[in-house]
């Protein structure tokens, strides 16, 4: 089993929906939870990343993290067609090495 | 400011050959990390580099290897190339040695292996 599934999606949603995506994961040594966009044939770019527990937003982005669930999200509000992408959950121990899930897969119709 | 650059972009490769493939991080940056992204999989950590060394190594046969520049800038190469081997391969940098989880990713390598 690994250590970060991610809900593979994909996931088709209309222009203004809120979204939800969701990772667990099984090792309770992972301290910093991160979330990634990716674009086709692109490099992933950082979205967010929380420390611990707790709630972190920005602009139409939520990351929530419960360590006792293992289970992290990210919510977008209103969200865009620019926003379909590929989106990956990652975390770390802070010993440099991220373990990231398999992504979920978006697409905002207009 | 440039980012993280790689080279080449595409590159296609026979087995048993060899490939080098280069990162140079974002400015202010000192840590480079090298991950090998499988289709349809997330990122796989194959190691990071600081101070010029192998700080940290994932689950990678010795036939990946790599070096780290005094100005940063970082190598990965691949020995024996093997098809399973065809992937993106990214470059991740960031500073503190590692310890700063804001890491950026270039663009990637996308190797192929026939």
């Known amino acids: 089993q690994k250590e970060v599934e991610q809900d593979p999606g994909p996931l088709s949603v209309p222009e203004g929906a809120i979204v939800s995506l969701n990772c667990t994961y099984s090792n309770s040594a992972f301290q910093y939870f991160m979330w990634y966009r990716q674009y086709s044939r692109k490099g992933p770019e950082l979205l967010m990343y929380t420390y611990s527990s707790g709630n972190k937003e920005d602009g139409r982005f939520t990351a929530q993290v419960d360590k006792s669930s293992k289970y992290i999200s990210l919510f977008i509000r209103d969200s865009q067609p620019s926003d379909s992408a590929t989106y990956l959950c990652a975390m770390n121990t802070n010993a440099g090495k991220s373990t990231f899930g398999d992504g979920t897969t978006l697409t905002v119709k207009p | 400011d440039a980012g993280v650059t790689q080279s080449p972009t595409h590159l296609i490769k026979t087995r048993g050959q060899q490939v080098t493939l280069r990162c140079s991080p974002k400015s202010g940056h000192d840590t480079v990390s090298w991950y090998q992204q499988a289709l349809g999989q997330g990122p796989q950590f194959i190691f990071q580099y600081y101070e010029e060394e192998e700080r940290q190594r994932g689950n990678f046969p010795d036939r990946f290897s790599g070096h780290q520049f005094p100005n940063y800038s970082s190598e990965l190469n691949v020995n024996a190339l093997l098809l399973g081997d065809s992937a993106l391969y990214l470059c991740?940098?960031?500073?503190?040695?590692?310890?700063?989880?804001?890491?950026?990713f270039g663009q990637g390598t996308r190797l192929t292996v026939v």
């Open positions: 991740a940098s960031s500073s503190s040695g590692g310890r700063n989880t804001e890491a950026f």
